[in-house]
């Protein structure tokens, strides 16, 4: 068994898969599992996953993304969509859902909600999408963490126009915005050309400040 | 060893820390190595992480938010704080830095050089911070999962004043902004109304879409 920071060293943003190559199902549904079990801002999971396994699909989606290959030679696709907004139904419905999982209606809760739902209120449609992606982004790094444990290659894509991909799921008709991309599968043999290039990262002094 | 699924399980959003207890330095360093190993988008790092164990200045962020006691009784504050812009100056010494590391200078990297360089100007500096905002939970889901794995509670936290965090850190003068908090610590024997709470999560139905 290996640690995180191993497997964080082993893991890279994969440019190549082996189309031939498929993730077994039991490993998919630990990574979505996952995911699902990431913490988000007062519980709200802000965002839905989308796996994509259609050729067809993955064909329409790679052409609105820079004609990455990873797109269809993966194994599955992963899309983290938010929510457009975090609307009054949305709150209620986490937290109707948090009663009934915990059995309770508490009145400390019960304020927190009414808080919740003015802060939303005030914030407004684009500022809630804004928090709401950033959550989809704690799913995303945990979702990188399983995959590399599982010893599934994984790449992190942001280049893709959100708004054709919204079209191509039907994302709009559901209140969500894709966010960012997450390939999954196992890289090729041959013809990766990151594969063997050494991890670029800001040395601890510049990135870290200790405040003691 | 446990798997990453049960380190998400038993994680929570620890309400009440030990005050007298004092996370090792050799797990916080694996918990800041993992955040530093986090991936970004075009590698960029747009973000810094700050760790804060001064009593004082933790006393002054409390009062930016929300009173809330974790802030003081954790054994260490880590502060996220994404770039304010992500301007020129800054692309190039991650390029400059990745050509020194990886020892080239290929025309490829170059014209991607210039693409980005192109997509940030035009992307303008609130666009730009949001890009990098979202980096900065990568690192927060990344750093979640490392804290439980090294048995360290964690209370990932939005409720602070981040003009006023700033302040206090003077991340101004550093063009960064705070964006989340992220105490580390020991759970308290007594006194965390969360601890035994179930956990709260739309089921697979409502949270996953497969397209197959």
Not at 48 to 68: D, G, P, T, Y
Not at 106 to 133: D, F, P, S
Not at 138 to 154: K, Q, R, S
Request: proline share 2%.
């Amino acid at each position: 068994m290996y640690t995180v920071n191993e497997r964080l060293a082993w893991r890279y943003a994969t440019k190549k898969f082996d189309a031939t190559k498929s993730v077994l199902a039991e490993k998919l549904e630990r990574i979505i599992e996952a995911v699902r079990l990431a913490p988000t801002t007062s519980g709200l999971q802000p965002f839905e996953l989308f796996v994509v396994s259609n050729a067809a699909i993955r064909a329409k989606i790679r052409a609105v993304a820079w004609n990455q290959t990873q797109i269809t030679d993966c194994s599955h696709l992963l899309v983290f969509a938010a929510w457009d907004d975090i609307t009054s139904d949305r709150v209620n419905m986490m937290f109707d859902l948090t009663n009934e999982v915990r059995g309770f209606k508490n009145e400390g809760w019960e304020n927190y909600r009414e808080m919740l739902l003015g802060i939303v209120g005030e914030r407004g449609t684009h500022g809630n999408y804004e928090v709401a992606a950033r959550q989809a982004y704690i799913g995303l790094g945990i979702a990188l963490i399983a995959a590399a444990f599982e010893e599934v290659d994984a790449t992190p894509m942001e280049g893709f126009d959100p708004v054709a991909l919204d079209d191509i799921l039907d994302l709009k008709s559901k209140n969500l915005r894709s966010v960012v991309l997450l390939p999954l599968g196992y890289r090729a043999d041959e013809g990766d050309w990151a594969v063997n290039l050494k991890k670029v990262r800001r040395d601890r002094e510049s990135f870290v400040t200790e405040i003691m």
